[in-house]
């Protein structure tokens, strides 16, 4: 089910202007990947070219290869929409489709892609997805309401499950707790911790407690100064990262002496 | 319950030298302040009460003035056989031809600027779409009574000089409507966030499902707003149907063929015929003024007809409108 993802060398641009430089690294399947690091040090550009998410933006591309098992998702017969039915994402903030209820908005992937489900099949899945996000019971009742009718913590994990319900291999999280209180913050990670039963998961978070609790591995990234191209300053077990990095730069960052 | 105080001394007395120099420092002391508050609140009332005269004024001209001729037989009857003073005739032609025409320029303009709008916002990157805005521009200024000579000279060269029928008119009327529409849908494209075309994109949907079914789908009110404000625009349009459709007493169903009647052009026409010569002796009922009474009833009838189209939009809007009740 999950899949090992393998980066090598990857510089990624926005037009002419390389925002991050020469990244390689490996994401083992079935964990929690965290990558910190100071506010635009490239973190999440990064993390969107692992679903090449951030073509989407003109002008962005990128030198170097992402590998899932051996298959470079930038190869010329790769399907960008394809890739990002295997590594969903979920974003910063919260992002149910205002037009649809909680139950169409889990079926988002299935049914905007036309595909059709017989309505035993869309019950088993929206109950089957919301249960895997932790917010079933919550909203069992009122499946036909607005998604845009709960709270921020409830989005969150109502985007966590259209984004499960596609059956990914890997799930990207952009920073999903930035917007949240601490309760809901507590929830997102106890799913994290679930979800990694089944799922390859990468987490970007600018809380470290947060990397520290639920990641087995951690990422930093850091930036020379401004207008100089992010780096992937080391990367270790969690544990190892927190109590003993092998680089100066991450000690000083992990114990706030950054800057 | 407790309270909590911030003070060492529970339920201590404020001190009232301190209460009367914090009550001199939260007053609102400043006069000047509060007298341009003053004008500036009586100019824009002022400005609002003028903007509303001149439409009330209308409103009420035309209501008084179209009452009286205004009923169930001048709405069902066309002015077929109509002559003189007689106290005869509608528009039920007109309105006929109005629908039509205006249904007409609306089933090309919408596809043609909602397209292009699709285009400009979704795909549109570079020179081409800069043209394409820029001649946007250019479009939405071009007289009415130019539309109309464009499109009688573009049917003209298919069936000769002097062709005369519905369908030309709902090009000279497309020509005035495919600038707003594409404009007040560009827009209402643009206020759709970003982040539900990422949700999209990250769920593995492609870029024109993503257009169809999340973008259009939570702008589909706007749009139908723009498309209104658009019909509204043109539906009162006289100068280029007198060119391209012409004027006709009896009814024309047919958009392809012949002459069509419209509001607009009805009261243009019955205005310029002026008052009526009356014969005392021969005629039994002749009106002098009948004339200027149904040109006053179908500006009320047009009046009503877009008041009628902007409620149905309304209607639409609240329909379509993104769920955001708890």
């Known amino acids: 089910m999950a899949q090992r993802i393998d980066v090598k060398d990857l510089d990624i641009y926005y037009s002419d202007f390389l925002a991050v430089q020469g990244v390689s690294m490996l994401i083992e399947p079935k964990s929690v990947t965290a990558f910190i690091g100071p506010s635009g040090c490239g973190k999440s550009t990064f993390l969107r070219t692992l679903n090449r998410m951030h073509e989407v933006i003109p002008g962005a591309r990128v030198d170097g290869t992402v590998e899932m098992e051996g298959v470079d998702l930038y190869g010329a017969d790769v399907d960008p929409v394809a890739v990002r039915r295997q590594v969903g994402m979920v974003f910063q903030r919260p992002n149910p489709f205002p037009t649809m209820s909680i139950r169409e908005n889990v079926l988002a992937g299935v049914k905007l892609n036309n595909k059709r489900i017989s309505k035993s099949a869309a019950d088993e899945l929206v109950e089957s997805s919301l249960h895997g996000a932790n917010l079933w019971n919550e909203v069992k009742d009122r499946l036909d309401r607005p998604g845009s009718g709960l709270s921020g913590g409830q989005q969150q994990r109502l985007c966590i499950a259209r984004a499960i319900a596609v059956k990914p291999q890997v799930l990207l999280m952009d920073e999903p707790c930035s917007a949240l209180d601490p309760i809901s913050t507590l929830a997102i990670e106890d799913l994290v911790a679930e979800l990694k039963d089944e799922y390859t998961i990468v987490i970007v978070t600018h809380n470290m407690q947060q990397a520290a609790r639920v990641s087995d591995r951690t990422a930093f990234f850091n930036i020379a100064g401004t207008g100089k191209p992010g780096r992937l300053v080391e990367m270790d077990d969690t544990a190892t990262m927190f109590s003993s990095p092998s680089q100066q730069a991450t000690e000083d960052y992990i114990s706030g002496r950054f800057g | ?326």
């Open chain 2, 1 to 326: 319950m407790t309270t909590v105080t911030t003070q060492a001394g529970p339920g201590r007395a404020p001190d009232p030298e301190r209460t009367a120099a914090v009550r001199a420092l939260l007053r609102g002391a400043d006069a000047r302040r509060r007298r341009t508050d003053k004008t500036m609140t009586a100019l824009m009332w002022g400005a609002f009460v003028l903007a509303m005269v001149p439409l009330a004024s209308v409103a009420w001209t035309v209501v008084a003035n179209g009452m009286h001729q205004f009923d169930g037989y001048f709405l069902t009857h066309s002015m077929r056989g109509v002559f003189g003073g007689m106290d005869a005739g509608g528009i039920y032609h007109a309105i006929i031809g109005t629908l039509l025409i205006t249904l007409g320029a609306a089933a090309i303009s919408v596809p043609i600027g909602l397209l292009t709008a699709i285009y400009l916002v979704e795909y549109g990157r570079g020179a081409l779409a800069r043209w394409v805005t820029f001649f946007v521009d250019v479009m939405t200024g071009i007289p009415s009574i130019v539309a109309g000579l464009f499109a009688y000279a573009l049917f003209a060269v298919f069936f000769g000089p002097g062709v005369r029928m519905g369908v030309v008119g709902s090009v000279a009327l497309s020509v005035l409507m495919i600038p707003v529409v594409v404009r007040s849908c560009e827009e209402m494209l643009r206020l759709v966030p970003n982040e539900l075309r990422e949700a999209a994109y990250a769920l593995g949907v492609p870029k024109w499902l993503t257009v169809i079914k999340v973008v259009l789908r939570t702008s589909v009110a706007g749009i139908t707003t723009g498309v209104m404000l658009s019909v509204a625009r043109v539906i009162g349009e006289t100068a280029p149907l007198l060119i391209t459709v012409g004027v006709v007493d009896s009814i024309n169903f047919n958009l392809f063929e012949g002459r069509m009647m419209t509001l607009p052009v009805y009261v243009y026409r019955q205005y310029s015929q002026g008052l009526v010569p009356c014969n005392d002796a021969l005629d039994a009922v002749c009106i002098p003024s009948i004339n200027y009474d149904r040109a006053w009833a179908a500006a009320l009838a047009l009046i009503l007809i877009v008041m009628l189209l902007n409620l149905v939009g309304r209607l639409v809007t609240r329909w379509f409108a993104p769920k955001t009740l708890r």
